[in-house]
């Protein structure tokens, strides 16, 4: 069983950086595709980044030139970079694996709890 752990969420002032953690245990990470999604307050969970398991990698337009989503295989963990940040930026923020997943939530088995990014203006 694939199980996910993300940190590195925080209280940071708009432009400021973060960089996200997912840490996989029970399975290798490579061969899933993986994403990331976050969920805005009172919001729907929506899309931010996804990486395949062929190494392609899309972003949703609010985020593309500033987030980048990346895998370290030998540590079995996703990262999200996401610079310059802005308020609307914030939300909590998941990461997700399938193997067949795309850009909806619906598609991924395997979720993490979530990590909280809040960005002040």
């Known amino acids: 069983q694939l199980q996910l752990v993300e940190s590195g969420g925080g209280l940071v002032q708009a432009g400021g950086s973060l960089r996200l953690s997912c840490a996989a245990s029970?399975?290798?990470?490579?061969?899933?595709?993986m994403g990331w999604f976050r969920q805005p307050p009172g919001k729907e969970r929506e899309f931010v980044a996804i990486?395949?398991?062929?190494?392609?990698?899309n972003y949703a337009e609010s985020v593309k030139g500033r987030f980048t989503i990346s895998l370290d295989n030998v540590r079995n963990t996703l990262y999200l970079q996401m610079n310059t940040l802005k308020p609307d930026d914030t939300a909590v923020y998941y990461c997700?694996?399938?193997?067949?997943?795309?850009?909806?939530?619906?598609?991924?088995?395997?979720w993490g709890q979530g990590t909280q990014v809040t960005v002040s203006s």
């Open positions: 029970g399975r290798p990470l490579i061969g899933y595709n």
């Open positions: 997700a694996a399938a193997r067949f997943g795309g850009n909806s939530p619906g598609e991924y088995d395997y």
């Open positions: 990486r395949r398991s062929v190494g392609s990698k």
